[in-house]
């Protein structure tokens, strides 16, 4: 840049084409950087991702069992098969009951850390990273914890031993449906380890709403609280609520880790959609052309939850007021 | 200029040489960690894949035999957590697929090709195997694994404990509910079966004297006997009186040794660090009786070693197994006696076991001879799912066991009829 300045100082005549060249070789190398930055991402991409969800949609129309090459057409064979003979659909049900539970959950826990941690004046980096830490922990380490240590049916199991001298006798939380202690472990194993996160985007979100909002509110005589919350705050947080809840209801639908470790594949219930399509294709039957077909339903169905929910909620329309 | 042009074409020099070294750095991703070894030796590798026993000493065990072998450098990968055969099925159709891997006899594993017939390395020393291994291992007249170690499977149980309660060892499932009862106390529960209850799945089938599947390949589970089973298991797993949600499963022997329970469901493996922790206030006994037709029974578990059949070393993968698995006698014997209690499945070698010849040793070697029942290659891991499906449903869940059973019917039917047309 600095020598085609000092070109173009010396010599005028070639001021036009040294103005223009600059711009060209600017063009030419954010070009240049592009490929060179997302193209390795790219083909990542297209290798792990587009090409193994083609590979999966034609699996879906084989009889591929023990084999990922088939050579069997059946058609919607293995569709019908995971629908009626499996239990993926029993899946699909508790799954979309636990995310008509989890994703409200999580959404108003979150939020309220976020207005929480924003309101402090003091200490509100040392809160916001106790909150977030959480995150930063895997899921199948925390469910072990939490099955082994804190839900443990033993009588020195945490929460035993807690229930213990109130006289309560021990309970076994996970290998014993009735009643369904197992959503208590999962769901404040799940509440735990994801609030922090959601936490953090709405910290941000509120960080952004200016205070001239409030300041004019209050000359207009709002009051301060549940009144500013409900005509100021939430409306200013739409966007990012929208993203939140999309990425919670993913996320829902996608639960595998805990669930594997906490209630198992030996169980009939909790037994995620993931889990399903899992022991379908690789734990036992190793048939991958149901475990496909699976796969192709489940995504649709977030496809259709995702879009649906964009559609009520604006997804893209709701730009939070600057 | 100059020095600006050098300073261009050396940003460009590490701008390719960045690229260049992502691109290796993936395709490296692609292929590293595969487990395969360096290839320092006589140049063929082989990849062996164990899962992790829970015994001390077992991996090393393993690699120090691999490490003894001249002809091939043989790596092993001992897989831990509980996938095990996830991750050994999905590597099976890949070019990363161990050449070698350790499993229980399934037909859908001859059936697809996935293993290799191992009759000419084995039908040499066919008559020093048990004859139940050998039978639970031939499709068609052929062999397709090596049998490496039995594992019978039965009830451990504290001898004080139950003299205390006044408890004779129960012999029907009645009385294992009355036992449990009465051996439960405010910190010892009376029973425990395992967590989930899957590991008495096929000894409820036997002891209620029925089958998996009988002798032309049909449904044998689905008695009325199994049907009672299953509701008195209910009843066991209800009364309060069962360990549930231990901090480890039935095949690790904590819970009996920390007194978390007086009678444990488990495996020969467990015995010498039973005996260990509780000496000789421990005794054995097999799955109780059900049902008027029932008969006690014991299942024999174990592993086996397969050679992948679409291995590229397939005969030196071959040679390898014949070497350690039917030559070398003394590591055979190292692997069933020295890290845990295992039963030889070759006769020459169970007959010099000291180590079982008197004890407690002695009464598992007996209840596995007069009790046992071995793995039916045709009932595979689906239909093994299946059943399972049926305890969680009836047992754990309070579901209705005929209506379990006739759902797991449908679903043992369609593998049936895939499996033998």
Do not use: C
């Given at each position: 840049m600095s020598t085609t300045t000092t070109r173009g100082v010396a010599q005028p005549a070639s001021a036009k084409a040294s103005q223009a060249r600059p711009r060209r070789g600017l063009r030419s190398n954010a070009t240049l950087n592009f490929w060179l930055f997302t193209g390795p991402f790219l083909i990542g991409l297209v290798i792990f991702v587009f090409v193994p969800i083609g590979w999966s949609i034609w699996l879906s129309f084989f009889d591929a069992r023990y084999t990922v090459t088939p050579s069997h057409f059946i058609g919607f064979d293995n569709y019908k098969q995971i629908l009626t003979n499996s239990n993926f659909p029993e899946s699909l049900l508790t799954f979309t009951v636990f995310a008509a539970f989890i994703v409200p959950t999580t959404w108003a826990l979150s939020l309220g850390l976020a207005l929480l941690v924003n309101q402090l004046r003091f200490m509100r980096a040392f809160f916001r990273s106790v909150f977030f830490l959480p995150t930063a922990v895997s899921y199948v380490a925390a469910a072990l914890i939490w099955k082994m240590s804190i839900?443990?049916?033993?009588?020195?199991?945490?929460?035993?031993t807690v229930l213990g001298w109130f006289g309560v006798d021990n309970i076994a939380y996970l290998a014993n449906p009735s009643p369904p202690w197992y959503w208590l472990v999962i769901v404040s194993l799940r509440l735990w380890i994801q609030a922090g996160f959601y936490m953090i985007l709405f910290l941000a979100a509120l960080q952004n709403i200016p205070a001239e909002l409030y300041e004019a509110a209050a000359i207009d005589g709002a009051k301060r609280g549940w009144q500013t919350f409900r005509y100021i705050t939430l409306p200013q947080l739409r966007a990012t609520s929208t993203a939140v809840i999309l990425l919670l209801l993913i996320a829902a639908y996608q639960a595998f880790d805990e669930f594997f470790n906490i209630i198992g594949t030996k169980a009939t219930w909790a037994q995620t959609p993931l889990m399903e399509l899992y022991k379908t294709a690789l734990g036992t039957s190793q048939d991958y052309g149901a475990g496909s077909a699976g796969a192709v339903i489940l995504s649709l169905l977030i496809c259709i939850v995702t879009l649906a929910q964009g559609k009520i909620m604006g997804f893209g329309r709701g730009e939070e007021v600057k | 200029m100059s020095a600006m042009s050098n300073s261009n074409w050396s940003r460009r020099s590490i701008f390719r040489a960045a690229a260049g070294m992502a691109a290796a750095g993936t395709l490296a991703a692609c292929g590293g960690n595969n487990g395969r070894g360096g290839g320092s030796g006589s140049g063929t590798n082989l990849v062996q894949y164990f899962h992790a026993y829970g015994e001390a000493g077992t991996e090393q065990a393993i690699k120090r035999y691999a490490k003894a072998y001249s002809k091939a450098d043989v790596t092993t990968n001992w897989i831990t957590g509980s996938n095990f055969e996830a991750k050994?099925?999905?590597?099976?159709?890949?070019?990363?697929?161990?050449?070698?891997?350790?499993f229980h006899p399934q037909l859908q594993l001859v059936k697809s090709g996935q293993v290799a017939d191992l009759s000419d390395i084995i039908d040499p020393v066919k008559d020093d195997f048990n004859p139940a291994d050998i039978k639970s291992h031939t499709v068609d007249g052929k062999v397709y694994g090596i049998r490496m170690i039995d594992d019978p499977q039965f009830f451990y149980y504290r001898k004080s404990m139950l003299e205390k309660a006044k408890v004779e060892v129960p012999t029907t499932l009645d009385e294992l509910l009355e036992a449990a009862a009465k051996?439960?106390?405010?910190?010892v529960k009376g029973a425990y079966l395992g967590n989930d209850f899957t590991a008495v799945q096929n000894p409820i089938i036997w002891s209620a004297g029925a089958d998996t599947l009988d002798a032309n390949n049909q449904i044998a589970y689905h008695t009325d006997g199994v049907v009672e089973g299953l509701k008195k298991l209910r009843q066991l797993f209800t009364s309060g009186h069962v360990l549930l949600d231990a901090p480890t499963d039935f095949w690790d022997p904590s819970s009996l040794n920390q007194g978390l329970c007086?009678?444990?469901?488990g495996g020969m493996w467990s015995m010498p660090a039973m005996q260990k922790a509780l000496g000789d206030d421990l005794g054995v006994f097999p799955f109780p009786s059900i049902g008027g037709s029932g008969k006690q029974s014991v299942y024999n578990g174990g592993w086996s070693m397969f050679v992948n059949a679409k291995s590229e070393n397939l005969e030196a993968a071959k040679a390898y197994?014949?070497?350690l698995w039917i030559d070398q006698k003394k590591y055979q014997e190292d692997w069933a006696l020295s890290y845990g209690f295992h039963i030889p499945p070759r006769s020459s070698i169970a007959a010099e076991a000291t180590k079982l010849k008197s004890g407690l040793p002695a009464e598992g070697v007996k209840l596995f001879t007069d009790y046992g029942h071995f793995d039916n290659i045709g009932f595979d891991q689906t239909m093994l799912t299946a059943f399972g499906d049926v305890i969680a449903n009836s047992v754990r869940k309070n579901g209705n066991p005929e209506a379990a059973l006739d759902a797991c019917d449908k679903k043992v039917s369609v593998e049936l009829k895939k499996l033998f047309g």
């Open positions: 839900f443990s049916g033993v009588r020195f199991g945490l929460m035993n | 050994l099925f999905s590597s099976l159709l890949t070019k990363q697929a161990p050449d070698v891997f350790e051996l439960t106390t405010s910190k007086a009678i444990q469901w197994v014949k070497w």
